[in-house]
T-cell receptor
Framework: RKEVEQDPGPFNVPEGATVAFNCTYS??????FFWYRQDCRKEPKLLMS???SGNEDGRFTAQLNRASQYISLLIRDSKLSDSATYLC??????????????FGTGTKLQVIP | GAGVSQSPSNKVTEKGKDVELRCDPI?????LYWYRQSLGQGLEFLIY????????KSGLPSDRFSAERTGGSVSTLTIQRTQQEDSAVYLC????????????FGDGTRLSIL
């Protein structure tokens, strides 16, 4: 089983739609989680951290389900500019501040006019 | 500058040549990562530096690849005897350690081996 798994998509959705992505992780000791966005031929950029209680930033909502070992990203009222690849990131800090960061391979979103 | 800086932005070289890529992390970030990404593919972890600890080199694909980080700041990734399959975008990221902080990426170096 991969450490971090995402559905590669693509998810093709009309403008204004709501879309959700899930990301599963294999190590139950994982401690911090993030969603990144990567535009074509650009570097990944942090979209939002994912907190245990769930968190929202405008049209974006992130949730963590530790029992089932997945995180989710919900995008409401999709815009054309949301078209990108969304990367799930899982951080495990086993000891002494050392970090093991694993990126998923990403879910591609295409918002259609 | 405020962000992670990488140079050069683009590098075209002939097969068999050595190349050196540079990364200047965000000031104060003690963790530094190198990744590579081929077109349409996910990020491939290469190496991770944290402070003065021994680096995690587990992602380096062959002994032609090496990296160092001098003075806990600037890092260079060296590829010797380049091959065509080394063509990719090489991304550097840095983060704060101890706060499990997110990584911040540079713009990358696009490497093309002819």
């Amino acid at each position: 089983r991969k450490e971090v798994e995402q559905d590669p998509g693509p998810f093709n959705v009309p403008e204004g739609a709501t879309v959700a992505f899930n990301c599963t992780y294999s190590n139950s000791a994982s401690q911090s989680f993030f969603w990144y966005r990567q535009d074509c031929r650009k570097e990944p950029k942090l979209l939002m951290s994912v907190y245990s209680s769930g968190n929202e930033d405008g049209r974006f909502t992130a949730q963590l389900n530790r029992a089932s070992q997945y995180i989710s990203l919900l995008i409401r009222d999709s815009k054309l500019s949301d078209s990108a690849t969304y990367l799930c990131v899982v951080n495990l800090s086993p000891s002494g501040g050392y970090q093991k960061v694993t990126f998923g391979t990403g879910t591609k979103l295409q918002v259609i006019p | 500058g405020a962000g992670v800086s990488q140079s050069p932005s683009n590098k075209v070289t002939e097969k068999g040549k050595d190349v050196e890529l540079r990364c200047d992390p965000i000031s104060g970030h003690t963790a530094l990562y190198w990744y590579r990404q081929s077109l349409g593919q996910g990020l491939e972890f290469l190496i991770y530096f944290q402070g003065n600890s021994a680096p995690d080199k587990s992602g380096l694909p062959s002994d032609r690849f090496s990296a160092e980080r001098t003075g806990g700041s600037v890092s260079t990734l060296t590829i010797q005897r380049t091959q065509q399959e080394d063509s990719a975008v090489y991304l550097c990221a840095s983060s704060l350690v101890g706060q499990e902080g997110p990584q911040h990426f540079g713009d990358g170096t696009r490497l093309s081996i002819l």
